[in-house]
């Protein structure tokens, strides 16, 4: 072939390529509804979270190793003082493991108190934010907001446990897939959708506390297309991958003629599908993927604007009075705190769902939160860490959040999500806890969570957890949830609130529904049992 010829044909296969129709062809399998994937079902429309209280964005802050429920989001200051169970007085004012510290972190200098009541729980209950909460209780506007939702599930292995709350689904499953994946399939695939920036994102720290490996979950995809892939973005000091983004091994004066090049090759592979050499190019999984990944790298310096060197810049952090910074590293908390920040509110290219996965200011060198020891020391400078960065990003009353870059709760729904919580009592006869799944809280802020609203409940809690499990109607044992959300059901109410129908194909089940008969009921508790609106 002729090298002009190549180069003409060539770039019209790479136009081709990056068109929607190359990687259209795996959407869900064609029925009679020719709706993009997730739409909601028109004659469904009634149980849609209301247009004015759905979301357009979703951050979602897990904790990694999973935190106390007990001094945090479900604290009962009475719990523990009989018994045999800890509760919030497992280690409070216990001179020799967690000397003052409670002092130092659980109040402020203007004494506030280790607690301050939240909501009754379903039982009745009053349950207050404990110490490691004052920097939200700083700021009523956004417990204002916030719907604490009562989980439960049976594992103990972060190797398991991690799946379950990235995706809903036990390990094991061929549909397991992370929430990232369903959101950035369904904007991806919305008229005018495609671009080269994600939509989904997963942030996860460098340095001691974390294993690459638990995050892989939460990119996974299940049955959806390779296109529904988030962008994993390991954070670190100087990182590279704004450079690398740029294509530097590639010198600048060929990059369009190697683009025109692989994309004459693509061109020639979908006419090798094409029946006699004619019609319409037959349907191929990997031809599809391929086609979206050599988009994405012909557009990748678009993320340039958006992934920018100066994110990657050390940041020097304090917390609870002590500065930290592990190796090149410092305040892995804030960096990634400012990096969801960036990603949400970019003016031009949004990203839809981020994840930020924290380990700490001062990482357990093991596992982040994950505080087999030194429960006090850890947590006390850990979590109100993460909550004070969460609370920064997020605007205030009378700011403009779009003019200053800050969250707005109005139109981005806040998750802070964990695989599991930590025992009431004591890990042997140490100062630690073990991991907890069998009561542990979530906690839904912003979106449809509207105090002033007739339709919401407000700041309000899901759910309920025995002390002793001698109370009335309780059916498990002391520190289990009695009432309670699964994992699953945790991440449908995130995309209910974006307006993504749940149960499309590739996403979730009737079955994931606790107790739901069929579609319409599993989304009517969806809305009214789950998130409580019009309740």
């Not at 994937?37 to 979602?60: C, T």
């Not at 018994?83 to 280690?91: Q, V």
């Not at 061109?267 to 094409?274: K, Q, S």
């Not at 449908?492 to 008969?517: R, T």
């Amino acid at each position: 072939m002729k090298r002009r010829r190549f180069i003409k044909t060539g770039v019209a296969a790479g136009a081709a390529a990056a068109g929607a129709s190359a990687f259209g062809i795996l959407k869900h399998p064609r029925n009679a509804r020719a709706a993009s994937w997730g739409a909601w079902p028109e004659d469904r429309a009634d149980l849609l979270i209301p247009e004015d209280m759905r979301v357009d964005k979703v951050l979602e802050l897990h904790f990694q190793g999973g935190v106390t429920p007990w001094e945090t989001f479900y604290t009962v200051p009475t719990w523990g003082m009989t018994g045999d169970y800890g509760y919030l007085n497992l280690f409070n004012n216990d001179p020799v493991n967690a000397p003052d510290l409670f002092n130092q972190c659980g109040l402020d200098a203007d004494g506030m108190p280790y607690t301050a009541p939240f909501a009754n729980d379903a039982f009745g209950q009053e349950i207050h934010f404990g110490p490691w909460t004052a920097p939200l209780r700083r700021r009523p506007d956004i417990l204002a907001r916030t719907r604490v939702m009562v989980h439960f599930h049976d594992v103990l292995a972060h190797e398991g446990a991690n799946p379950v709350a990235f995706t809903g689904r036990f390990v094991g499953r061929p549909d397991l897939a992370g929430i990232g994946a369903h959101i950035q399939r369904y904007f991806l695939e919305q008229p005018g959708g495609q671009r080269a920036v994600p939509y989904s994102f997963l942030l996860f720290p460098t340095g001691p506390g974390f294993q690459a490996t638990y995050a892989t979950s939460a990119t996974s995809i299940g049955f959806h297309p390779g296109s529904s892939r988030p962008l994993t973005v390991q954070l670190q000091v100087n990182s590279e991958l704004s450079q690398l983004l740029e294509r530097p091994g590639l010198d600048s004066s060929f990059r369009g003629q190697f683009d025109d090049a692989v994309g004459y090759y693509e061109g020639a592979f979908r006419n090798r599908l094409r029946p006699g050499g004619a019609g319409p190019v037959a349907r191929s999984v990997e031809l599809g993927n391929y086609a979206f990944a050599n988009f994405s790298r012909r557009n990748a310096t678009e993320l340039t604007e958006v992934l920018t060197q100066e994110l990657f810049q050390p940041i020097a952090g304090q917390s609870c009075g002590g500065e930290y910074a592990y190796a090149e590293a410092s305040d892995m908390t804030s960096m990634q705190a400012e990096v969801a920040r960036r990603l949400l509110t970019h003016p031009e290219t949004p990203a839809r769902y981020v994840q930020w996965i924290d380990t700490g200011i001062n990482p357990r060198p093991e596992v982040g939160h994950d505080v087999h020891n030194g429960h006090v020391q850890w947590t006390a400078q850990n979590v109100p860490h993460a909550l004070e960065r969460l609370a920064s990003i997020i605007a205030e009353p009378g700011q403009d959040a779009e003019a200053e870059g800050l969250i707005d709760l109005d139109n981005t729904l806040v998750c802070i999500n964990m695989e599991f919580g930590r025992t009431p009592y004591r890990q042997g006869v140490g100062d630690g806890t073990n991991h907890w799944p069998y009561g542990y809280v979530n906690l839904m802020i912003g979106g449809p969570v509207r105090p002033d609203d007739s339709r919401s409940p407000g700041s309000s809690i899901y759910g309920w957890i025995s002390e002793t499990g001698e109370e009335r109607q309780a059916i498990r044992p002391a520190g289990y949830a009695q009432q309670f959300a699964t994992p699953a059901e945790n991440r449908m109410m995130l995309l209910a609130a974006l307006g993504i129908y749940p149960f499309s194909s590739q996403s979730f089940a009737v079955a994931d529904i606790v107790g739901a008969e069929d579609e319409i009921d599993a989304a009517t508790q969806l809305r009214q049992r789950l998130w409580g609106l019009d309740v």
